[in-house]
């Protein structure tokens, strides 16, 4: 639905008033699991990019946090961890993102992952699958480092003595990727300009690749105005609130099994 509602000039048959009319309307005329299309290849990108990304921001957080803060919680150190935790992530992720929301726009000519992997190997080359690598980075750096440091400063106020509580993580979580997404939205944008190369087939005055953020900014505020840099933010935010609340939950879940593994095993000794 995000990839849909980002477009800026659908077609006739491809324009939603809100989520909701999206979602019915998908459904309704290309079939109930029209909306469920590249949840194979993301969920294939999203195992190791999630490894990468956890891995990382626990062990850069808690270096800079000694280093800044010793014995105590630093919100720089989270956020900077967050944000070196996020070239990792995304250097995995990226390649699924492009082939997802190649498949999820309007009449999209991709039947599986294969057929648009293969397609946009021999027409664009290896490099388009990094085409918005730069710009993923330009805005998931200031999306995680504001996910991250609303997460532990809820954290602080909802779980100050850092316990497994489940309700807090999802809580917490949901929160923290509701605030970034919507502070981020304008980058998203850009971002699926570049992955989908939709004004290629709108303008015949753009030639070639669009290519970088400036140039995925002007063209989208030469087609839709200051406007359309905010196209679909209730789509994100909806996204990835429960998106963001489900990894912590999962991650917090994991961290405190094997914590107290950890600690039994000590004990047994």
Not at 3 to 22: F, G, I
Not at 152 to 175: D, I, K, W
Request: overall charge positive.
């Amino acid at each position: 639905l995000q990839t849909r509602m980002q477009s800026l000039r659908p077609e006739p048959a491809a324009r939603y008033r809100n989520v909701l009319e999206a979602l019915w309307r998908i459904a309704r005329t290309e079939g109930v699991w029209r909306p469920m299309r590249g949840m194979n290849i993301t969920a294939t990108g999203a195992g190791p990019a999630h490894a990468l990304y956890f891995a990382c921001y626990e062990k850069l957080k808690k270096t800079l946090s000694d280093v800044i803060h010793a014995g105590g919680n630093s919100h720089v150190a989270n956020g900077a961890a967050g944000c070196v935790a996020t070239l990792l992530h995304d250097a995995a992720m990226n390649p699924a993102e492009v082939v997802k929301q190649r498949m999820q726009m309007y009449n999209s000519p991709y039947q599986r992952v294969t057929d648009c992997v293969r397609a946009v190997w021999r027409n664009e080359g290896a490099g388009a699958f990094y085409r918005s690598y730069t710009t993923q980075l330009t805005m998931n750096i200031p999306f995680q480092a504001i996910h991250f440091m609303t997460y532990e400063f809820l954290q602080e106020q909802l779980n100050p003595h850092r316990q497994y509580n489940p309700g807090s993580h999802v809580v917490s979580g949901a929160c923290a990727g509701a605030v970034a997404a919507a502070a981020t939205t304008p980058l998203d944008v850009c971002k699926t300009l570049l992955n989908t190369q939709e004004s290629l087939a709108l303008s015949s005055n753009i030639s070639g690749h669009i290519t970088g953020m400036a140039n995925a900014f002007r063209t989208v505020y030469q087609v839709g105005g200051v406007t359309a840099y905010f196209r679909g933010v209730q789509a994100r935010v909806i996204y990835q609130m429960p998106s963001t609340a489900i990894a912590w939950s999962v991650y917090e879940f994991f961290k405190y099994i094997l914590t107290k593994r950890q600690e039994e095993r000590r004990a047994g000794k």
